[in-house]
């Protein structure tokens, strides 16, 4: 090097070539080598493995990014729809590997299958309901319903006798039992306990039915005499005659009192009338267990220990419908609140099934067999869903979704047949009762506006008492 001139002594032959590696040299985040490959630090990497056939995506072609077409053929057909004019289909052949290009031998997603799914369940603007098992919104948690009952209460005498019904919760929140000869009152706001009537040694109560406004209360009697009670005034209004023996089942619909007893017959009643009763039903061939009106009041549906399920009109002395699929007694009975025309009813031992029916168009929708006796059942009128009572042999109670006939929940406690069933005016909590002499109170369905409010009851009252 010359040090006075600054300049490198290099020999003219290789002047040129040493000019050009100090150039690299100099330049070097700007030079491309021609016999090798420099890699920068942002990654794109390479579409030709890729299988864009599983989720219905052309293949880019070489040399050019096609992601805006793909986004853009995608949003055309959320907005105007695949068949719209002028909007090519998205698919178009696959593309043909090159022979220079070797393909890898495994799927670049190894964790999943290889199944096709349309572009449109991707779209914010539509959903695919043609794919299976593919949830489009946010998968909702399974309720929690407690397992164990919030309040106990011990009933004497409550008897262990499947014919007969003797528990029913009021819209006045106040809970009717029938134990022996007597009825207790139990206001589920207070806890107060109030004895209604004693019927005397010779008699016993075998149903007890509050009106469905206001706070009259019919007792139905071992001998057959239906009573209309006062529940404010503890005041017994009329006794009604009618039947020979006993009577187990009762239903309101307005002021239109129905009774059914082991006499086989089933007896309308006007309470605004004098006449004991306006008239009578006659079909069954053994004791009428089970009495419900629909919702509308325009249907009654009764069933009996003769297996059968029968369905009257306001104005019918013969069954306009006959069910004849139960194989035990029918005891068990329940209208849906949510639809017009569904019915629900329940099979004893031998049957053990809960099935469904449209009476609108006479048909028999479902069955479900739930290994053991079928004690009552009720809907919910806050969700589709209904729970059942059991017998023999397992004594639980089984909360259902509807229709799919899915079990929410199974309680146990009862040691007895669970035979008595009501639900409290909010559609919260349910009350049950058996021959081991206990009510149990159960919180099982979420309120109108929130699942996760707790029903005034099952928020001031635990705790185990005794109801007289």
């Known amino acids: 090097m010359d040090p006075s001139s600054g300049h490198l002594n290099i020999p003219p032959a290789a002047d040129a070539a040493a000019l050009r590696h100090v150039d690299r040299m100099i330049?070097?985040?700007h030079y491309t080598s021609?016999?090798?490959?420099?890699?920068?630090?942002?990654?794109?990497?390479?579409?030709?493995?890729?299988?864009?056939?599983?989720f219905d995506i052309s293949a880019p072609p070489e040399g050019r990014d096609d992601s805006s077409s793909a986004y853009t053929t995608l949003l055309r057909t959320a907005l105007f729809g695949p068949d719209a004019a002028g909007v090519s289909p998205p698919l178009t052949p696959e593309k043909t590997a090159s022979p220079a290009m070797t393909l890898p031998s495994r799927n670049i997603f190894r964790y999943k299958t290889e199944t096709r799914q349309s572009m449109h369940s991707l779209s914010p603007f539509m959903c695919d309901d043609s794919v299976p098992g593919v949830a489009h919104g946010p998968v909702k948690a399974p309720r929690k319903v407690p397992r164990s009952p919030f309040k106990v209460l011990d009933a004497p005498a409550l008897?262990?006798?499947?014919?007969?019904?003797?528990?029913?919760?009021?819209?006045?929140?106040?809970?009717?039992?029938?134990?022996?000869n007597c009825v207790y009152l139990w206001n589920a706001c207070s806890s107060k306990v109030?004895?209604?009537?004693?019927?005397g040694i010779d008699d016993c109560v075998c149903s007890v039915g509050w009106a469905q406004r206001g706070s009259h209360l019919a007792v139905g009697t071992s001998n057959g005499k239906v009573q209309i009670w006062d529940a404010h005034r503890c005041k017994k209004i009329r006794s009604m005659e009618g039947h020979r023996l006993r009577v187990g089942a009762l239903a309101w619909s307005s002021s239109l009192l129905s009774s059914g007893g082991r006499d086989k017959n089933i007896y309308q009643r006007d309470i605004r009338a004098q006449e004991d009763f306006v008239s009578k039903l006659s079909g069954h061939k053994s004791e009428v267990c089970g009495l419900r009106w629909s919702y509308?009041?325009?249907?009654?549906?009764?069933?009996?220990?003769?297996?059968?399920?029968?369905?009257w009109n306001q104005h019918s002395t013969q069954p306009v419908l006959k069910y004849c699929e139960h194989t035990a007694a029918v005891k068990?009975?329940?209208?849906?609140?949510?639809?017009?025309?569904?019915?629900?009813?329940?099979?004893?031992?031998?049957?053990?099934?809960?099935?469904?029916?449209?009476?609108?168009?006479n048909s028999h929708l479902s069955c479900m067999d739930t290994g053991s006796q079928v004690c009552n059942l009720v809907w919910s009128k806050n969700v589709n869903e209904l729970v059942s009572?059991?017998?023999?042999?397992?004594?639980?109670?089984?909360?259902?979704?509807?229709p799919t006939m899915s079990k929410l929940a199974t309680l146990t406690g009862h040691t007895y047949r669970v035979l008595y069933l009501a639900i409290s005016p909010d559609g919260q909590t349910i009350v049950t009762g058996a021959g081991d002499e206990t009510l149990r109170f159960w919180n099982v369905f979420p309120s109108p506006k929130s699942q996760n409010t707790d029903s005034e009851i099952g928020a001031t009252s635990l705790g185990r008492t005794i109801i007289r």
């Open 34 to 54: 021609p016999s090798r490959t420099i890699y920068s630090d942002r990654f794109i990497p390479s579409r030709s493995a890729s299988k864009f056939a599983l």
């Open 389 to 402: 009572t059991h017998g023999y042999s397992q004594n639980q109670i089984i909360v259902w979704r509807y």
């Open 332 to 361: 068990a009975i329940a209208w849906s609140p949510h639809l017009h025309g569904l019915l629900a009813s329940g099979g004893g031992t031998a049957d053990r099934c809960i099935r469904f029916w449209n009476t609108t168009t």
């Open 27 to 29: 330049n070097s985040n």
């Open 296 to 311: 509308d009041n325009r249907e009654l549906a009764s069933g009996g220990n003769d297996n059968r399920l029968f369905v």
């Open 194 to 199: 109030t004895k209604l009537c004693d019927l």
């Open 159 to 180: 008897q262990d006798d499947f014919y007969l019904n003797l528990v029913d919760w009021s819209s006045h929140n106040v809970l009717a039992v029938g134990l022996g």
